[in-house]
């Protein structure tokens, strides 16, 4: 049998649910029987080593800051455009990715990576936040997903597919090597969604070669 | 744990409040600072230095210091200026035990609550039963003992209490340093010792139950809500085994109290903190914004000297501070909640 590549994924460790998309990620690498490492990374070096990037929810605002400060917004896209990162972004992470934002409070520094238009906070404050069984594309279970404070995707591009849909919101949404997702599967027990985007990754690499 | 309410709907609709929602918020708040303020104006320097949320009261602790008098809740009012000016989380403080201002805070809609010592106690006797609200809390303890009870009455989140409004990091050290010893002690200990905990913990409800009754408890006696001693008792121990198992706090746990500059937030991230909360620290200040924005990054690159180094030249004063020794006893308020 022929070994898989070694897999490096990292996770931007500025702030938010940093620790629970490595524990995630890690199980999914066992599971799969995949070698790989997973870490948080806030340095632009840090970048050079991994094939993927999960950006974790948290504040958009914040986040966003630490990416520009720290260099890391060029260096992310460089790497997503040449195609060799694959890129995750949940809740916040999901903002960050998106093309442009819907709000008035428009603090936030954009990857603008993916055609996608999100509005923040979307569904209200805390109070409105939420649980709910979505279908996700064709997957045979429902998946559960968290949903804190959350965006939601407002308009989609021809290039983009969406994947998941909470009544009349785009909730899920892919387009090349890149996941937006308005809400939050590291906060459960369900991998789904990261051996998905270890499959990404795994299909850019071969793709690459 | 199972407390009614949430659990008994159809997996279809949507679920609100729910204990996942609760934590969950408070996991997005790790690795960042949420700045104390006043006024709308403090909440969008605040915003634009980078704090993950904005802590809204009606004096910072310092000038409650000053002061004196009652603390209470905040004006609903000026609350609501400070929500629609940013777009950060607001969080806002109600006393010890006073459900009807946390009641009041849940309706306007701010998305935590901080059952905190530093306003003027309302309840002798009782915290407040989190666990019948939709939105989280946070509250403050000084040791393991408080931390288990907070968290089984529904806290999503822990804070140290430290001495709020003195700019003196001694007491949050103090108090990070009592969690953190007690959940290495835990690693070794065995049922029975973890049995004996649970009766030390749960005694403060024992106590209010006898003040108030000059009664001694059965184990099937309420003495809190609806809880009977057993519930808590059993519940209790189970909140202490995941707290050894997991080799932390099975919250987030933030630093507070007494933060006054980037090298003080540096210093509770190293021991353990997933964040800080800054009072006096910043608006107390000669320069809020560059305060705001170094202890902003003193967090996020808590492990890196050289950064702290760098966020901490020329920020212009701190803000004064207060010896521990100089406050009576019984003018601390951490000496306040049970």
């Known amino acids: 049998m022929v070994k898989k590549p070694f897999i490096s994924i990292g996770v931007i460790g500025i702030q938010g649910a940093v620790s629970e998309h490595i524990a995630m990620m890690q199980k999914v690498f066992v599971d799969a029987d995949v070698d790989g490492s997973v870490s948080a990374v806030s340095k632009k070096e840090e970048l050079q080593k991994i094939q993927g990037l999960i950006l974790p929810g948290g504040e958009s605002t914040t986040i966003s800051r630490f990416l520009k400060s720290n260099d890391l917004l060029d260096e992310i896209r460089r790497r997503v455009q040449e195609g060799s990162l694959a890129i995750m972004g949940t809740c916040a992470g999901c903002v960050l990715l998106a093309k442009k934002i819907l709000d008035t409070h428009a603090n936030v520094h954009l990857l603008q990576l993916m055609d996608i238009e999100v509005k923040r906070n979307a569904f209200g404050r805390q109070r409105e936040s939420f649980e709910e069984s979505v279908t996700i594309d064709e997957w045979k279970d429902p998946f559960p997903a968290v949903f804190i404070r959350a965006p939601v995707i407002t308009a989609v591009g021809k290039d983009c597919k969406v994947l998941a849909k909470s009544q009349n919101d785009t909730i899920m949404v892919e387009q090349d090597t890149m996941l937006a997702i308005t809400f939050h599967p590291e906060l459960t027990d369900d991998t789904r969604i990261h051996s998905y985007f270890l499959s990404k990754i795994q299909s850019m690499n071969e793709k690459k070669i | ?338």
């Open chain 2, 1 to 338: 744990m199972g407390f009614g309410t949430m659990e008994k709907i159809d997996l279809k609709k949507l679920m609100h409040g729910t204990v996942l929602l609760k934590k969950g918020f408070a996991k997005m708040q790790k690795g960042g600072v949420v700045m104390d303020v006043t006024n709308a104006e403090q909440a969008s320097i605040a915003e634009k230095s980078g704090a993950v949320a904005v802590m809204a009261l009606e004096r910072v602790p310092a000038d409650i210091r000053k002061y004196g008098g009652v603390a209470r809740m905040a004006d609903p009012g000026v609350i609501q200026e400070i929500m629609d000016t940013v777009s950060i989380p607001v969080m806002a403080k109600a006393r010890i035990g006073h459900f009807a201002e946390a009641l009041a805070l849940q309706s306007i809609g701010v998305d935590m609550i901080d059952e905190s010592e530093v306003l003027t106690p309302a309840d002798p006797f009782y915290h407040i039963n989190k666990h019948k609200f939709t939105i989280p809390f946070v509250c403050g303890c000084r040791n393991l003992g408080e931390a288990v009870r907070r968290i089984w009455e529904g806290a999503a989140m822990i804070r140290t209490k430290g001495e709020a409004g003195t700019g003196n990091i001694i007491e949050a050290i103090r108090h990070q340093r009592m969690v953190n010893c007690m959940i290495f002690e835990l690693k070794t200990a065995t049922d029975d010792k973890i049995s004996e905990l649970v009766e030390e913990y749960s005694q403060s409800y024992v106590n209010a139950y006898q003040t108030l009754t000059n009664i001694t408890p059965t184990q099937n006696t309420r003495v809190f809500d609806d809880f009977t001693l057993e519930t808590i008792k059993e519940e209790m121990f189970d909140v202490i085994k995941e707290i050894q198992k997991l080799q932390r706090l099975p919250v987030v746990n933030f630093a507070a109290g007494g933060i006054a500059t980037p090298a003080d937030a540096a210093i509770m991230m190293q021991l353990g903190s997933d964040g800080v909360f800054v009072g006096s620290g910043i608006f107390k200040s000669t320069n809020p914004t560059q305060r705001a924005k170094a202890i902003v990054e003193a967090v996020a690159h808590y492990d890196d000297a050289s950064v702290i180094a760098e966020v901490s030249k020329n920020l212009g004063d701190a803000m004064v501070g207060i010896d521990i020794d100089e406050i009576p006893k019984e003018q601390r308020l951490q000496e306040r909640g049970w």
